[in-house]
């Protein structure tokens, strides 16, 4: 199993989801890849941060994601990809 693979079942096996076997690839690969261990603890300590959220959430992370890019975006059009040009004047 790649580190890649690992990660797309990450959210399987922290909800329980997956079959025996795969369960025990996955701890297996944890053990023995510290890169994938750590993914695994912030993935686990996001689920319960977000288990422990009110229902009513203001925005779901999707959306929220979105958003982001498209804040950047308005960012970039307001004050240009390249900001290190210090204008002299308007
Ligand atoms: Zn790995």
Same mark, same amino acid.
């Given at each position: 199993?790649?580190?890649? %693979?690992?990660?797309?079942?990450?959210?399987?096996?922290?909800?329980?989801?997956?079959?025996?076997?795969?369960?025990?690839?996955? %701890?297996?690969?944890?053990?023995?890849? %510290?890169?994938?261990?750590?993914?695994?603890?912030?993935?686990?300590?996001?689920?319960?941060?977000?288990?422990?959220?009110?229902?009513?959430?203001?925005?779901?992370?999707?959306?929220?994601?979105?958003?982001?890019?498209?804040?950047?975006? %308005?960012?970039?059009?307001?004050?240009?990809?390249?900001?290190?040009?210090?204008?002299?004047?308007?």
């Amino acid at each position: 199993m790649t580190c890649a %693979e690992l990660l797309q079942l990450l959210d399987d096996y922290l909800t329980g989801q997956l079959f025996y076997e795969q369960q025990q690839v996955v %701890e297996l690969h944890v053990s023995t890849c %510290e890169h994938c261990r750590t993914q695994l603890i912030s993935y686990r300590y996001t689920l319960l941060a977000v288990r422990q959220l009110p229902k009513q959430l203001p925005l779901p992370p999707q959306l929220a994601q979105r958003l982001w890019h498209v804040m950047q975006a %308005e960012y970039q059009r307001l004050y240009g990809p390249d900001n290190t040009h210090q204008g002299s004047g308007g």
